[in-house]
């Protein structure tokens, strides 16, 4: 059985995603499509707004025949740590190909960037960069980028950042992927006769998030839709995680704030002054700038959250959040083979593996209109759609 | 000029303690009353229902001339401690007298059993208790206070409890204040002529919180309740601070929680298991006992909520919240002598003094519906009324 991995949100399930996963299936011939999907909270470091059951409902219902949860810790991280632990979840399950989206559509662009990052010299001319000017890692990596390859490459468009890191990490782990990606959008148009209209999914969130939701069903594959419709879920935002976030900053000393992982330069006096504000833009608004992006303010916040410490030793693992027969039965092939600790319930998992997505699903759980259970880890089973 | 002393939660104020208020003043022929008040959190463990400027607005209304915060880590802690320091402060600020209401009325009694208590046999003979059975602290000494003074004291009864650790602390302290109480209720209808309705603050809060204001109205002085009424604040419970504590009790290791001042005997893992509950009376009912009250269990939750550790050193001070102009001519004449430091200005005091309640009100600002800002003891000054 051959297998293809996507590394996934659904933050909601829409039509590029549904797309998505059909090119990968037809592009690479693949027999299993394994998604790595983040669980309670994304990669912006918010809430995602329905919970991962929900989501890895509309996985199974989309295509994908197996969806694991990528842990928290991974997905309120930086880019390469989201892709680095996304490829080495997918590499370990054996995994043929990685299959991506992207703006630039050429896989041989994201290998020819990749090989050169994974080079001595590149690292230096990042080094030189950061020391010259007051740029970004990102901003530096970019230039360095641009220096070597020009404009084959551009990594400041949010897919290609993402597909960059892909394949990055698969060339440090001395490639056990191949590299496949999809031009997103353009490509989809010309390929289907009748075409679904096709959105990202922020501006599906915005509709739902305003109420608009009639507006947000044509860009959504009717099951997909109709979750939302039936379960009368209520949509989970930043703001609902807010005051719990206000609270860790106004109580908590400064010097525990200090210890989480991604608080660096003093940023937790700066978030401690923010969280006087009442509404969660204002806050927000004070703390974002250029430098330090929303996403990367968000993800700190939810590092707060969630109590990870700089000290904290984290293990991958393969949490397992649902299968269909396929997925099943390439499960039980690779099963024997798996060198990460392979999680399917969570009451038998090491305390160590689990605390931080059992930790985080519990603050889910807290925010106001949550419909999910503290607990729920414990108490739902992998979901299986034969 | 001479004070007396009284020792206030007014949650609210009520007509009860108007009639102490003006009874301490008649009977002890004091010049001025100096109130010692608790803060944003009340000894029951949960926050006041109304914010401690409002409070001590009310007492400064209700006759007394100078209005201070007793810490939150004094409130915070069985009736021992908060009596304790209540007399720590009153001696310091030179008051002649401690004036309690009590269902006893006897200053006599209470001074018996605080002088039996002081003994070293009398500590023996709780000890014993305390080992030969399975009683609290609480009930060891009721037993053993009733064993030595038979009838002559019930220190089961709320305020008399409150009296017997005033006069006790009193006692320890080498009495530098005397002893006057005021039996409650009877003596009041005996009094005063056209006599108010009195009933408990407990009673009101019921009232208040169910939404019969008017019904309340009689019970307290018009100048009270027009605050409550022309504020149109929103009234505090345990329930706006429980969101706070679930998101504690769920998301921290139970290793910091057992750090907790009062989290002994493995505690923390019932706390831990009963924050699954949505609903804080579900919380409550799980976790209190005879041995464990509810007010036990409130006060340890807000220690939980304001970080109160085991290992945190305590400083006494003075927190200057409100005064008339009786207060101020006092205030000047003593001020000299004090031991303890004044603060009548958040700004300049030292910090380690002032943290936790400065903490409190940042928590109490954080209750949804609160009027308070998390700055609001640097914003506002101590109320002066002339």
Known sequence: MRATGIVVEYNPFHNGHLYHLNEARKQTNADCIIAIMSGSFVQRGEPAILDKWMRTKMALLGGADLVFELPVRFVMQQADIFATEAVRMLADLKAE????????????????????????DFELLIKE?????????????????????????DITLPNNILGFH????????????????????TQYAETIPKKPAVTS?????KMLLQGHITQAKKYMPS?????????SANLMTFAEIYPFLRYRLLTDSPGTISKINSVTEGIENRFVKA?????????????????????RVQRTAMQILLHFEKQDAVSPYLRLLGMNQTGQAYLSKV????????VTTISKAKEELIAYDVRATKLYSLMEGSRVQPDSDYLKRPLIYW
């Not at 960069?129 to 490459?153: C, F, M, P």
């Not at 006087?276 to 996403?295: G, M, P, Q």
């Open 97 to 120: 190909t990685i299959f991506f989206g992207s703006e630039d559509g050429s896989k041989e662009a994201f290998i020819e960037a990749a090989k050169l990052a994974n080079q001595d």
């Open 166 to 185: 892909y394949t990055l990490a698969n060339e440090k782990m001395n490639a056990p992927l191949q590299i496949e990606t999809l031009k997103r959008t």
């Open 223 to 231: 099951f997909a839709y109709k979750e939302i419709i039936n379960s």
């Open 129 to 153: 960069k950061l020391e010259n000017k007051t740029l970004s890692y990102g901003a530096a990596l970019t230039e360095a980028l641009h220096e070597k390859i020009g404009d084959r490459l």
């Open 275 to 295: 969280a006087r504000h009442e509404e969660v833009e204002d806050f927000l608004n004070e703390i974002v700038t250029k430098r330090y992006s929303r996403a």
């Open 335 to 342: 099963k024997k083979d798996l060198e990460l600790p392979l």
């Open 201 to 205: 999914a922020t501006a599906i969130r």
